[in-house]
């Protein structure tokens, strides 16, 4: 069960229920998860493709 799967259905009851503070606390929680999720993605991706790169140089020139 992910993030959207506990956040998501507490925000929709929040609104319906008429508490828009909390439900709007908690679809920028919401927002703010989804992205450094993407954000670390992203770092992380670039850093493997940087030692990947570094790997391959090694190992077809000889180099370390």
């Known amino acids: 069960l992910?993030?959207?799967?506990i956040v998501l259905?507490?925000?929709?009851?929040?609104l319906l229920l008429g508490n828009w503070p909390r439900a709007v606390g908690l679809l920028v929680l919401y927002l703010v998860i989804?992205?450094?999720?993407?954000?670390?993605?992203?770092?992380?991706?670039?850093i493997i493709t940087s030692?990947?790169?570094?790997?391959?140089k090694c190992i077809f020139l000889n180099n370390t």
């Open 51 to 56: 030692q990947m790169l570094k790997m391959i």
């Open 2 to 5: 992910g993030t959207g799967g």
């Open 34 to 46: 989804i992205e450094y999720w993407r954000v670390d993605i992203m770092l992380c991706r670039r």
């Open 9 to 14: 259905p507490w925000m929709l009851l929040s």
